[in-house]
């Protein structure tokens, strides 16, 4: 976690410190409770005199960051009768900003996409993907808050993954995309949009043995650790791979860009 001026990047110090400021941002600007904050903070176990406790932390994360930013008029955290907010722009935000960018260029996907818009989408889908330099708030021991918000970045990620391997796809790149898709696809073994991404790719290349391997180890693996068989637009893909279905793009559009990754 770090906060970033023009010429500078600083970093809190103390775990505590960068749980609190975690949690402000998961908040996306809105209120965040006392009761809540604590349960981040310390979980079932809080300190004696906890609300001391954290008025102590806040005072010190307004000391910090008004050494980070002193030209700064008043303070970002901003206290209420019932909790904390935490004054951030949408631009000032590594979170937001990815965010933003991803649901931009799947509501353009969703409108259609031309030549030249494909390659503009790309270039905006490997910059928001750019942010990402590790786990979200940076590995730190997060409570439930903080938790749910990282779950949703993760699904972004994914979503923005999915976008950019069809993108390029569609642009002709199956052998320049297939390390990182067959990467995603790894890290995700239930994802049947990446599997059905990789799927493609490998028989885009001319690998049409090993594009219905990648479908048997995805069904192993959804009924040895799901309990579950492949969905049916799994199985159809499957079967299009084997019958060389000239539809084969035609099949995966739309579900993969336009609605977001379904993956187990």
């Given at each position: 976690m770090e906060?970033?001026?023009?010429?500078?990047?600083?970093?809190l110090s103390g775990t505590m410190q960068q749980l609190l400021l975690a949690t402000l941002l998961a908040s996306r600007g809105g209120l965040v409770t006392v009761d809540a904050l604590i349960l981040e903070l310390w979980g079932d176990e809080p300190p004696a005199k906890v609300q001391n406790a954290l008025q102590a932390q806040v005072s010190r994360i307004r000391r910090s960051l008004a050494l980070i930013e002193p030209g700064l008029s008043g303070s970002r955290v901003v206290t209420?009768?019932?909790g904390y907010l935490f004054s951030v722009g949408r631009q000032e935000f590594d979170a937001q900003l990815f965010m933003d960018t991803v649901d931009g260029v799947r509501v353009a996907v969703g409108d259609g996409v031309s030549t030249d818009d494909s390659a503009r989408h790309i270039r905006e889908l490997r910059l928001a993907l750019a942010y990402w330099r590790g786990p979200p708030f940076g590995g730190l021991p997060v409570g439930p808050m903080c938790q749910a918000a990282a779950a949703r970045y993760g699904e972004a990620k994914n979503a923005a993954l999915t976008l950019l391997f069809e993108l390029e796809l569609r642009a002709g790149s199956p052998a320049r995309i297939l390390p990182e898709l067959a990467e995603a696809y790894a890290e995700n073994p239930t994802n049947e949009k990446f599997c059905m991404l990789l799927m493609w790719a490998l028989y885009r290349c001319g690998r049409q043995r090993d594009?219905?391997?990648?479908?048997r180890k995805c069904r192993r693996t959804l009924v040895d650790h799901l309990g579950v068989e492949p969905t049916p637009d799994l199985r159809r893909y499957e079967k299009a791979i084997l019958t060389h279905d000239p539809g084969l793009?035609?099949?995966?559009?739309g579900q993969a860009a336009v609605s977001g990754p379904k993956g187990r």
């Open positions: 906060v970033r001026t023009h010429d500078q990047v600083f970093r209420t009768s019932s594009a219905l391997d990648v479908y793009g035609e099949l995966i559009h």
